[in-house]
């Protein structure tokens, strides 16, 4: 089993995308929409990470719960995929949810059902050694 995340929209304020997980053979499991900041030269709670193959571990986070936590990111440390809504609620890492909407009526697209998305990601990976993630523009 693999993660592939696919960047779709780059706009001012965030960065919206797809994130697969899928068999060894590529057929797609699931899917989820995605929500991270802009590129900003990977600058630490400013940016999101540079595109590349990271390795993934589940993680308990203190903060978040229940989150996989991307390791080796150049210049980077704790980057979680997480639960989280809104661009403002993510400091360099990865929100995922079941839909893309304007919550806040800001203006800019929110993940919805962050919760959901995140509880079936860690249902998928609960006991998968090895987990691999793309990250692709």
């Given at each position: 089993?693999?993660l592939?995340l ?8 965030q960065?919206?995308g ?7 053979n590529?057929?797609?499991?699931n ?10 030269d990977n ?8 595109e590349g193959?990271y390795?993934a571990?589940?993680?308990?986070s ?7 936590w991307?390791q080796?990111v150049?210049?980077r440390?704790?980057i ?6 809104f ?10 949810g ?5 919550i ?12 959901d998305?995140?509880n079936?990601?860690?249902l998928h990976?609960?006991d998968v ?7 692709k523009?």
């Open positions: 089993m693999k592939l696919e960047r779709t929209s780059h706009e001012s304020v960065t919206i797809k994130l697969y997980l899928l068999r060894d590529g057929s797609v499991i899917d989820w929409h995605s929500l991270e900041l802009p590129w900003n600058k630490r709670n400013f940016s999101c990470i540079p193959v390795k571990r589940v993680h308990k203190p903060k978040f719960g229940k989150s996989l991307l080796d150049p210049n440390s704790e979680l995929i997480h639960k989280g809504n661009h403002f609620d993510v400091r360099g890492c990865i929100l995922i079941t839909d893309l909407r304007d806040n009526k800001d203006g800019f697209m929110d993940v919805s059902n962050s919760v998305a995140i079936l990601l860690m990976l609960e050694d090895g987990i691999m993630i793309e990250i523009d």
